[in-house]
């Protein structure tokens, strides 16, 4: 009888690992073996052909004496400070679909439209908005506006990395965030509501006492998607949108990979800003798991 257990188990364990193991290997091939190599061309002086030259941590050292590099970590801080504006505006929105807004299925429509148009064509569709010959400059100069050419928005680093951080951290995110949120609210238990209403509780009291508690995993997995989505997809909208400029204003580490890598042939300093975004990244991603690990404990 014990025999036969153990030979089941033993079977179960074999067709475990089969079915696992083309898992394994595409994780080996495409991510663990890249992840490394990276970790060893960052020590490198490397242009993406030829033999790599081994020159220890001399690009890290690089790393505190760039411009581009300490622009980029600027860059990314402002980003994240519109991290909780594009968490609390779609969950306020949510909110108040949820409540039965009047043609509500028509607003989730217009605010997911930009989810659907993508990052490449808004920043291009936006670069030629506020461009100097663009027709927002067009307009302000024909209602008289004087020198509304040298508005020049994306021209500006103050203004340009403002624009870039409201149309990839809010809007683009904006559509996505209320129909996620409105999933996650799908589920909250009316008698709640009706016992705020019976308290006497006003609309923004029952948000943040009802809505807000209930939903609070929810909250945390899209604010932890959108410090990713900062980090390491921000790539086509920067480039269709300001090229990183002007100047280094709205450069970003994983933009700078590409800059210095593929355009630079410095494959191996690109690598070096690789490891930082890798890891910011798995930061992230240890924060995330330790929340979710707290949330399943309460």
């Not at 030259?53 to 300490?70: A, H, P």
């Not at 951080?165 to 609210?185: D, E, H, K, P, T």
């Not at 932890?224 to 949108?241: K, P």
């Amino acid at each position: 009888m014990n025999g036969n257990r153990k030979k089941s188990l033993t079977s179960e364990g074999r067709d475990a690992w089969i079915l696992i193991l083309p898992l394994l290997v595409l994780m080996i091939v495409f991510i663990l073996i890249p992840v490394m190599s990276n970790f060893y061309y960052s020590m490198t002086k490397w242009k993406g052909i030829g033999t790599p030259e081994f020159i220890g941590l001399r690009n890290y050292s690089k790393l505190l004496t760039d411009e581009r590099f300490f622009s980029a970590l600027k860059t990314m801080g402002t980003l994240i400070l519109y991290i909780p504006l594009g968490v609390l505006l779609p969950l306020i929105i949510a909110a108040i679909l949820r409540d039965g807004l009047k043609g509500w299925k028509f607003f989730r429509s217009i605010l997911f439209l930009p989810n659907i148009l993508g990052a490449v064509i808004l920043g291009t569709l936006f670069s030629v908005l506020f461009s100097q010959v663009g027709p927002l400059i067009q307009f302000l100069s024909s209602i008289g506006v004087e020198d509304a050419v040298r508005i020049n928005l994306l021209g500006k680093s103050r203004t340009a990395i403002q624009i870039l951080s409201l149309l990839f951290v809010v809007w683009l995110r904006l559509g996505f965030g209320c129909i996620y949120f409105l999933a996650a609210m799908g589920g909250i238990d009316n008698s709640y509501y009706d016992a705020a209403k019976i308290d006497g509780a006003g609309w923004w009291q029952t948000f943040f006492r009802v809505t807000v508690p209930s939903v609070s995993f929810a909250i945390q997995f899209f604010t932890v998607l959108a410090f990713i989505e900062v980090f390491a997809r921000m790539y086509s909208m920067i480039f269709s949108l300001t090229g990183g400029g002007p100047g280094y204003a709205t450069y970003t580490l994983e933009f700078g990979v590409y800059r210095i890598g593929f355009i630079g042939f410095q494959r191996g300093y690109a690598s070096a800003w690789a490891v930082v975004l890798f890891l910011f990244c798995a930061i992230i991603a240890l924060v995330q798991i330790r929340l979710i690990r707290k949330s399943e404990a309460a």
